[in-house]
Nanobody
Framework: QVHLVESGGGLVQAGGSLRLSCAASGRTFSTYGMGWFRQAPGKEREFVAAISWSGGSTYYADSVKDRFTISRDNAENTVFLQMNSLKPEDTAVYYC?????????WGQGTQVTVSS
């Protein structure tokens, strides 16, 4: 039973930046990692970035590598996604993901819109 709340989405112009946050609450003591996925209109949900909770290893989709940075605050059970050099193609609903080992949890999503 984990509750995830995303924040930080919004409307920005191409080339701008946004910082997404995802706070986890509930039974968060068992986690392998957290990450971000996104789903654009008419497209499948795709992986964006992830970070392991213990080691801090990070993983990125090729489409966002060198532009996005995922980080964590272990004490606050929070994960962040710093998004720079945003492109219109980044427009999507961004979902926070929590990997609890025995179960996976998702946030409700936050809209990111990048205008050209």
């Amino acid at each position: 039973q984990v509750h995830l709340v995303e924040s930080g989405g919004g409307l920005v112009q191409a080339g701008g930046s946004l910082r997404l946050s995802c706070a986890a609450s509930g039974r968060t003591f068992s986690t392998y990692g957290m990450g971000w996925f996104r789903q654009a209109p008419g497209k499948e949900r795709e992986f964006v970035a992830a970070i392991s909770w213990s080691g801090g290893s990070t993983y990125y989709a090729d489409s966002v590598k060198d532009r996005f940075t995922i980080s964590r605050d272990n004490a606050e059970n929070t994960v962040f996604l710093q998004m720079n050099s945003l492109k219109p193609e980044d427009t999507a609903v961004y979902y926070c993901n929590f990997d609890g080992g025995y179960a996976t949890y998702w946030g409700q999503g936050t809209q990111v819109t990048v205008s050209s």
